[in-house]
C-alpha cells in the first residue's frame, strides 16, 4: 500500500467511525455477514461488522483485509482504558500497522466496566467473554476474510494486554501466540502496589497517582465486596491470568516499561516467572536485540504502545515472532 493510499485509508477509517450506524446482524441463513460500514482502498477494505448480533456499538470489530486474499494469517486486536474507557478508534494505527505486515486484522472492541456513553457498565468477566465471541465470530467467517482461523495471533496493549493474554491461555486453539504491551498481567500486584507503603512498596514496585487510579479500576470491574467475599475471590482469580497458564499455552511476549506509572514494572517480570514455572519456554532480554524473548524490558520506559512499536529492533522482533508463529505449516 502507498503513503498516499495509507493516509487516505486513515482519513476515511476515521470519517467512518463518526458517521457509522447501527444495524442488526444478518440471520444464519445468509451465507456472509453484511457490514455496517465499508471503506475500500484498491482491493484493501476496512469493514465494520456487529459480532454480537444485538446492535450494541460497544460489541462491534472493524476487520482489515484484502477482498482476494486467500489463507492469510490473522491477528487480533484489543485496545486498552482500564476495561473502562476506550475503544478501536485507540488501535487503528496498530491495526493498520499488522494489516501492512500482510496479517487480516481483527480489531475488536468490547463492553466496559463503567456506563459508557448510553450503555451501563458490565463487570468481569464480560469483556473477557467479548473478545472470545468476536474471536469466534472470524473464525467461522475466515473464508469470508481470506485467512487461515489457525494461523492467528492476539496483541493487546493496557488493559487490551490483560484481554489479550486471558483469551490467548484460555484453550480452544484460537491463537499460536501472543503479545502484551505494558498490559495490566497482574490485578492483584497492581492493587497491593497502590495500598503498599510508599517508602517500601512491593518488591520495589512503588504506589503513584496512575497505579492508585488504575487499582480503581480494577476493583470497578470486580464490583467487590459482593454478598460474598467468597465469590468476591473467585472473581479475582479468573481475573488472574497466571491461573491459565499451562504447558502447551501458546507463547508470549511481554513488553513493560522499567518506568512505567501504572502497571507496576515487575509485572512483566512475576509473570514471565509463571510462565516458566507453568513450562512455557521464555527467555529474558532487556536491551540487547538478540534470542528469543518471551519479555522485553523498555529500560526507563513508561506506559506506552511505543514499547512494541518503536520501528527499531523490538518491533522487528515482535514482527519476527508473529509470523514465525503463524506461518503456513501445511505440507
Excluded at 31 to 40: G, M, W
Excluded at 57 to 78: G, K, L
Aim: proline letters at 6%; a positive charge; charged letters at 20%.
Amino acid at each position: 500500500m502507498s503513503t498516499g493510499q495509507l493516509t487516505a485509508k486513515l482519513a476515511a477509517g476515521a470519517a467512518l467511525m463518526v458517521c457509522m450506524s447501527v444495524a442488526p446482524m444478518p440471520s444464519q441463513a445468509e451465507p456472509v455477514p453484511k457490514p455496517l460500514q465499508e471503506l475500500t482502498v484498491s482491493n484493501a477494505m476496512i469493514a465494520t461488522y456487529d459480532y454480537g448480533g444485538n446492535g450494541n456499538p460497544e460489541q462491534t470489530v472493524d476487520v482489515h483485509y484484502e477482498s482476494n486474499a486467500t489463507r492469510r494469517p490473522c491477528m487480533y486486536v484489543i485496545h486498552g482504558g482500564s476495561w473502562a474507557a476506550g475503544s478501536r478508534v485507540n488501535t487503528r494505527n496498530t491495526s493498520i500497522r499488522f494489516e501492512n505486515e500482510g496479517f487480516v486484522v481483527f480489531n475488536i472492541d468490547y463492553r466496559k466496566t463503567t456506563d459508557y456513553g448510553s450503555h451501563l457498565g458490565v463487570p468481569w468477566a464480560v469483556q473477557r467473554n467479548d473478545v472470545i465471541t468476536a474471536v469466534d465470530w472470524a473464525r467461522a467467517n475466515a473464508q469470508k476474510f481470506g485467512f487461515d482461523p489457525d494461523r492467528c495471533g492476539i496483541y493487546g496493549f493496557s488493559a487490551g494486554g490483560h484481554l489479550a493474554t486471558v483469551v490467548g491461555l484460555s484453550g480452544g486453539g484460537r491463537v499460536r501466540a501472543i503479545v502484551s504491551a505494558s498490559g495490566a498481567l497482574q490485578p492483584h500486584r497492581i492493587v497491593a502496589v497502590a495500598y503498599s507503603d510508599p517508602r517500601v512498596g512491593v518488591s520495589g514496585d512503588l504506589p503513584t497517582a496512575s497505579n492508585k487510579v488504575l487499582s480503581g479500576w480494577v476493583h470497578t470491574a470486580m464490583r467487590c465486596p459482593m454478598v460474598t467475599w467468597t465469590e468476591c475471590s473467585k472473581r479475582y482469580s479468573d481475573f488472574k491470568p497466571e491461573n491459565l497458564i499451562q504447558a502447551d499455552d501458546p507463547p508470549m511476549m511481554i513488553f513493560q516499561g522499567t518506568k512505567d506509572p501504572a502497571v507496576p514494572s515487575g509485572t512483566g517480570r512475576a509473570f514471565r516467572y509463571w510462565l516458566i514455572k507453568r513450562g512455557v519456554p521464555c527467555q529474558l532480554t532487556t536491551a540487547s536485540s538478540s534470542g528469543t524473548a518471551c519479555l522485553i524490558e523498555g529500560i526507563n520506559w513508561g506506559h506506552t504502545e511505543h514499547l512494541a512499536f518503536d520501528n527499531g529492533w523490538r518491533q522487528a522482533k515482535m514482527i519476527n515472532f508473529l509470523k514465525t508463529r503463524t506461518a503456513d505449516r501445511s505440507p
